[in-house]
Nanobody, 126 residues
Framework: QVQVEESGGGLVQAGESLQLSCTVSGLTFDDTTMGWFRQAPGKEREGVACVDSSGTMAYYRDSVKGRFTISRDNGKDTLYLQMNALEPDDTGIYIC???????????????????WGRGTQVEVSS
């Protein structure tokens, strides 16, 4: 059984930073494309960032480019999302996805397949 678990969310002020972590069990982590999505109240879920199995290729939503960095430690089966210069519009539940399909299309709408975590709350106050 695949388990995906996020941690690291919290309440911060605009301009501050947070790092999210995601641990995965039940699959071969270093063979798996990983990603982060988020869902804000009253809005559709949207892709934030994703990275290929080796950590070589990463893709980002336009609105977070230059502020967020996705990375992974395959030795620890852990995915990270470093979020800098946070803005109130970044508020939402951040969800980790394992075996994410269509990673290069993370900036688009549509269906993304994978194993989804339950999410961790990020709140950015102005």
């Amino acid at each position: 059984q695949v388990q995906v678990e996020e941690s690291g969310g919290g309440l911060v002020q605009a301009g501050e930073s947070l790092q999210l972590s995601c641990t995965v069990s039940g699959l071969t982590f270093d063979d798996t494309t990983m990603g982060w999505f988020r869902q804000a109240p009253g809005k559709e879920r949207e892709g934030v960032a994703c990275v290929d199995s080796s950590g070589t290729m990463a893709y980002y939503r336009d609105s977070v480019k230059g502020r967020f960095t996705i990375s992974r430690d395959n030795g620890k089966d852990t995915l990270y999302l470093q979020m800098n210069a946070l803005e109130p519009d970044d508020t939402g539940i951040y969800i980790c996805v394992a075996q994410l399909s269509r990673c290069p299309r993370i900036n688009s709408n549509g269906y993304f397949d994978g194993y989804w975590g339950r999410g961790t709350q990020v709140e950015v106050s102005s």
